[in-house]
Each structure stands twice: as structure tokens, then as C-alpha cells.
């Protein structure tokens, strides 16, 4: 059996490709390309979160939330969180903490690096029926509650590093 696994060629330990930085931080806001493998077979869907645990909020900060993914799909490719995107319609995506409707790259206030956690979820349910406007927090918990296995991979940002 595959092990279940999470890759993207645009980010590298401890690395944050700057394309993907929000535009008030210099960025073109585009979002990473994200492949996975070895889905557990008893996976109904998929999800695939970007988290910032460091934000100085009560909540960190959701910055991608991308749900209803097939379990036959097996990459998002960069640029898919652009609801211009050709690939946006794969999965649902909906709101983040900029209050945005799909990716919203990092932008921390200034001071330490922050961790960008981009998690891919293995669901037991064939898909959540929301608003694209739920609340990232709400929404998050529900993923968490249905899923089945989890692989993740982080990235470092900070203000002003090139």
C-alpha cells in the first residue's frame, strides 16, 4: 500500500516561493502547485487547507480552504486558487481570512517567520454542501471531523526575506 503523500515543486523546506505572496506583500498572490498520492482507499473526497498558526489573531489565519475535491484528482496546479483559473472548478473553494474567495498568499506583519501548513485531507464523506462564504474556522472543523488521514507540508514566510 502507497503511503499517502503531499508534494509541491514550489516549495522547499523552510522556502516560500515569492510568486506566492500576497500583493500587499510585493506578490503576485499565485498559488502553489500541490500534488498528493497514495489517497486512502476508503476516501470519499478531499480537502486541501493553507494555514498560518502564527498569526497574532485568536484563530491563526486561513489563507486557502478548497473542498469537494474527486479522489481521482491528484494535483492542483499552480494558479488554481485564482477564481479566473481554469483549474478553480476542481474541488469548491470558498472564503478565506482576507475575506476572499479562493488563494490569498502570506503576508505577516512584520517580525519573525511564520509557518504556512498546506494540508491535504482524506474524507469519509463524498463532500460538504456550504456557502463559499463559511466561515474557514467552522469549515475546518468539519474537515477535521471527517477526516480519515492527513498529510501536510510547510513553508516559511517573512516580511522583507528574499
Not at 84 to 110: A, H, K, L, M, V
Request: glycine share 10%; aromatic share 12%; hydrophobic share 35%.
Amino acid at each position: 500500500m502507497e503511503k499517502f503523500f503531499i508534494y509541491s515543486p514550489n516549495i522547499e523546506d523552510g522556502k516560500f516561493h515569492l510568486p506566492q505572496v500576497y500583493p500587499m506583500c510585493g506578490g503576485d498572490n499565485i498559488s502553489p502547485e500541490i500534488r498528493w498520492s497514495g489517497i486512502p482507499k476508503s476516501a470519499k473526497s478531499l480537502a486541501l487547507t493553507m494555514f498560518d498558526p502564527d498569526a497574532p489573531t485568536d484563530h491563526g489565519w486561513w489563507h486557502w480552504m478548497v473542498i469537494n475535491i474527486p479522489v481521482n484528482i491528484a494535483l492542483l496546479p499552480e494558479g488554481a486558487g485564482d477564481p479566473r483559473s481554469e483549474y478553480f472548478d476542481i474541488g469548491f473553494q470558498t472564503i478565506n481570512d482576507y475575506g476572499e474567495i479562493g488563494y490569498g498568499g502570506p503576508c505577516p506583519p512584520p517580525g519573525p517567520a511564520h509557518r504556512y501548513i498546506i494540508t491535504i485531507y482524506a474524507l469519509d464523506v463524498e463532500g460538504f454542501e456550504v456557502d463559499r462564504k463559511i466561515n474557514p474556522q467552522i469549515l475546518s472543523e468539519a474537515i477535521q471531523k471527517h477526516a480519515i488521514d492527513s498529510v501536510s507540508i510547510m513553508a516559511l514566510y517573512q516580511r522583507g526575506w528574499r
